[in-house]
């Protein structure tokens, strides 16, 4: 620590000025905080005289001397010089995940609501529009790899609000959050309001009434799947809820492949014609593609499970081109069976008397209960760190007020559901507004800002172009998309 002299290098890594007090830089915790870490860099930086610009890292790892030259004439690189140390000094911890297991975890986050309206947004959009879903798929695993070397370039880097926070400082973590807390809660509204949708066809006809609630039968059956999913939230860690991811790569796969046999069964016939193009419809439909890759926010936590982080780009382009395959395959599957006549969903326009639409309408039904408390984990985790480091809560009272927190999310959540019942424009509305900065504007800023001196001007360039890319899509589907929005609510509440 600043004001102690290092007595024993072997047993501290330091980085030690002559004539200079020593700055020791231990052991740390994987959720130390950054900013208190650069303000110790920094006070340590002002105490290196002037005249010295360089100092020797003597590092002892198996009984073996590294002596280098780290220059530490400014707070940026000593942070780095930093980094190297603690990279060698702090073995990878839960480093035991595969390329497979890698691929797996990363299919699987990908994978989920989006794949039910890429055949409403192909036939919207033409089937040239695919090119636009296949061109972002490309895009979002580039983007996936630009995350993966500032995860690489920097080791103590642990989330997507980290990189943020290395590139932009706390104005970067900051923004970083904010989207992602609101695609989090943008998200579970669209997950909401598919349920209602999947139950009412699930139990068209049905009839539910209680005295003194206002409820229909689709809304009642919405509220207890909700309060039956409720208690999820009250999980206390990850590990509790893995079975949930499982479950819910294995609804995605299920509706996936019921779609696939419902022309083969002899429900329809693919025979429907898709126009060519569409330009209006664009906008709007860019968001539902966009959102179909969501999922960069857990991609650090990928990189850092991985034995051999530097397969990373590899997992990357491997995972968003199975994705993509899966999605151009069930859009031009969907709009060829359904022709002008596709829902937003494509589970609701498959023929009711089949067993295969029976199963994936459960499917569909329970994916949503699945996601739940997944979606709601960042949030909590990081409720969780600050009443335990803030307020220096126990065990029981933080999961009393973590769980109280998430019911009560939850309960605002349905209501807004009910409340405006629109998936698709939901949907596009999260892509447009949200995913497309977490996706693409987001990891091109971070890594040209980190790698700035480092990168050829080439890469600048197409980073430039990706982030007014990434604008343009952002303004335009949100404009579209909330005007649809809009005018669906005033019809709806119109007399």
């Known amino acids: 620590m600043l004001g102690k002299k290092c007595k024993s290098i072997a047993k501290l890594p330091s980085c030690c000025v002559p004539n200079s007090d020593c700055v020791c830089l231990g052991h740390r915790s994987q959720v130390a905080s950054e900013t208190v870490h650069a303000r110790k860099l920094a006070a340590a930086a002002a105490a290196v005289p002037a005249s010295l610009e360089r100092c020797s890292v003597c590092l002892e790892e198996d009984e073996k001397v590294c002596k280098c030259d780290i220059n530490i004439s400014t707070e940026e690189e000593l942070f780095k010089s930093s980094s190297v140390i603690d990279q060698a000094a702090t073995p990878r911890v839960n480093a035991n995940s595969s390329f497979a297991h890698a691929v797996i975890n990363m299919v699987g986050m990908l994978i989920g609501l989006g794949q039910l309206s890429t055949p409403f947004a192909l036939q919207n959009g033409g089937w040239s529009s695919a090119f636009l879903l296949v061109g972002l798929g490309i895009v979002c695993a580039y983007s996936s790899h630009l995350l993966g070397k500032c995860l690489s370039n920097n080791p103590k880097l642990m989330n997507y609000t980290d990189i943020g926070h290395h590139a932009f400082g706390t104005k970067g973590r900051l923004l970083a959050a904010s989207f992602i807390y609101m695609e989090i809660f943008m998200a579970l509204v669209s997950y909401t309001i598919s349920l209602h949708d999947n139950l009412n066809t699930v139990f068209f006809g049905a009839h539910f009434d209680l005295p003194s609630i206002h409820l229909s039968t689709s809304q009642l059956l919405t509220v207890i799947a909700v309060l039956v999913a409720l208690p999820s939230l009250w999980l206390r860690d990850l590990s509790s809820i893995s079975f949930l991811s499982i479950g819910g790569i294995f609804m995605s796969l299920i509706i996936f492949t019921m779609v696939a046999l419902t022309p083969i069964l002899g429900g329809v016939k693919a025979n429907r014609e898709i126009p060519i193009l569409r330009v209006e419809n664009i906008p709007a439909i860019s968001g539902l593609y966009i959102f179909s890759f969501a999922g960069h926010i857990v991609f650090p936590n990928i990189h850092k499970e991985m034995k051999d982080p530097s397969k990373f780009t590899k997992v990357s382009i491997v995972s968003f081109t199975l994705v993509t395959l899966l999605y151009t395959a069930l859009a031009f599957m969907g709009a060829k069976m359904f022709g002008p006549e596709v829902n937003s969903q494509i589970t609701l326009s498959m023929p009711r008397n089949l067993i295969v639409t029976k199963i994936a309408l459960w499917a569909t039904v329970l994916t949503p209960m699945t996601k739940y408390a997944l979606e709601f984990a960042p949030f909590a985790m990081h409720l969780d760190h600050h009443l335990s480091h803030s307020m220096n809560m126990k065990s029981r009272t933080r999961t009393i007020i973590r769980g109280s927190v998430g019911s009560f999310l939850l309960l605002v959540i349905l209501a807004l559901a009910l ?32 790698f700035w001196n480092q990168i050829s001007r080439p890469l600048i360039i197409l980073n430039g172009l990706l982030i007014v890319l990434g604008c343009l899509l952002a303004v335009s589907g949100t404009i579209s998309s909330s005007k649809l929005l809009i005018r669906d609510l005033h019809r709806a509440h119109s007399p």
């Open 419 to 450: 409340t405006v019942p629109y998936f698709e424009y939901v949907l596009s509305l999260t892509g447009s507004l949200v995913s497309v900065a977490i996706c693409i504007i987001f990891p091109c800023a971070f890594y040209t800002k980190v």
